[in-house]
């Protein structure tokens, strides 16, 4: 064994112990920036986690937007159809009467020289009217 003055060795554990006692210490920052990042994680998580839902709700809105442009657009197809169909029946009405019109001096001929006829031919049989 080797004999050192009870100053030395005091002075070595000494030594030993800052050097220990500095680690801790720095072990101890380590775990309170360990800690502060874990923290910051955790509000990062918990951004993510709103904005997730923000996009979620946005992504339903969308949706709803997306549902009432087809309901719209469904409206308007009916309305095209509808406007087609009273155009096209507009249409059909106005070409009878345009026919009706051209077959007009028909009936005013038949109205007036029928009962011309009738006298005629009832004259020529002998009844007087």
């Known amino acids: ?25 720095q072990m101890a920052a380590d775990q309170e920036r360990m800690a502060a990042s874990y923290e910051e994680l955790v509000k990062s998580n918990q951004r993510l986690a709103l904005i997730e839902a923000d996009v979620m709700v946005a992504k339903a809105s969308l949706a709803k937007l997306w549902e009432k442009c087809d309901a719209l657009e469904l409206t308007r197809i009916g309305r095209e159809q509808k406007r087609a169909e009273d155009e096209l029946f507009a249409q059909k009405k106005e070409m009878a009467l345009q026919n009706k019109e051209r077959h007009r001096w028909k009936r005013e001929l038949a109205i007036g020289v029928v009962p011309s006829m009738i006298m005629l031919v009832a004259y020529h049989f002998g009844v007087r009217l």
Do not use: P, Q
């Open 1 to 25: 064994m080797s004999t050192e003055s009870i100053e030395t060795t005091v002075a070595r554990l000494d030594e030993r112990f800052n050097g220990f006692s500095a680690i801790l210490k």
